[in-house]
């Protein structure tokens, strides 16, 4: 039990597109989904909290803006970096709260921005 | 002083060796704690969770909690060169209403050589 997956695990887009990064809870339902980012050797940054039904909460520093975060259904969240630039090309990964007490996490989409 | 420390290693040992990871915390309000295991280019894998002090233990894995010294520890018994990967203290509580965050360590990189 307690599945997340993510779609696309790779993605290889054009400076200035925008791509979209959806996070699944297959096996239970998510009133709470979390977006990080993660750069080579680094830990987990967190980007934003994503409530179902609610808009999302940024963390300080990151641009609201830029990275979209839609929480349209109990087992969905998507990201959308729109605009991408190079600077954007990192690890993504999204992770869903089953209860109060933890998070499973997806398998992480990895965004290459040329 | 930063919420959660844990030593970036990376850590060498050999197959079979008894590993011993390690994080201290200094937010008293931390209710609950998690390891996480993460492989390169991976979402990270919940390995073990608890709330209380103490030991847990989960096959080879053995997670200890000491709240009075803020300080928790995650065994791995007879490592083998699967074990190799970034291993993620992981924090979180609850502040008033509903918080789900998890606060993170860095990783500690281990590497299980044959």
């Not at chain 2, 990376?10 to 309000?29: D, F, H, K, M, R």
């Amino acid at each position: 039990g307690a599945v997340v997956s993510q779609h696309p695990s790779w993605v290889i887009c054009k400076s200035g597109t925008s791509v979209k990064i959806e996070c699944r809870s297959l096996d239970f339902q998510a009133t709470t989904m979390f977006w990080y980012r993660q750069f080579p050797k680094q830990s987990l940054m967190l980007m934003a909290t994503s409530n179902e039904g609610s808009k999302a909460t940024y963390e300080q520093g990151v641009e609201k803006d830029k990275f979209l975060i839609n929480h349209a259904s109990l087992t969905l969240s998507t990201l959308t970096v729109t605009s991408a630039h190079p600077e954007d090309s990192s690890f993504y990964i999204c992770s869903a709260v089953p209860g109060p007490d933890t998070q499973y996490f997806g398998p992480g989409t990895r965004l290459t921005v040329l | 002083q930063k919420e959660v420390e844990q030593d970036p290693g990376p850590l060498s040992v050999p197959e079979g060796a008894i590993v011993s990871l390690n994080c201290t915390y200094s937010n008293s309000a931390f209710q609950y704690f998690m390891w996480y295991r993460q492989y390169s280019r991976k979402g990270p894998e919940l390995l073990m969770y608890t709330y209380s002090s103490g030991n847990k233990e989960d096959g080879r894995f053995t997670a200890q909690v000491d709240k009075s010294s803020k300080y928790i520890s995650l065994f791995i018994r007879d490592s083998q060169p699967s074990d190799s990967a970034t291993y993620l203290c992981a924090m979180g509580g609850h502040s008033g209403g509903s918080n789900y965050k998890l606060t993170f360590g860095k990783g500690t990189l281990l590497t299980v050589n044959p």
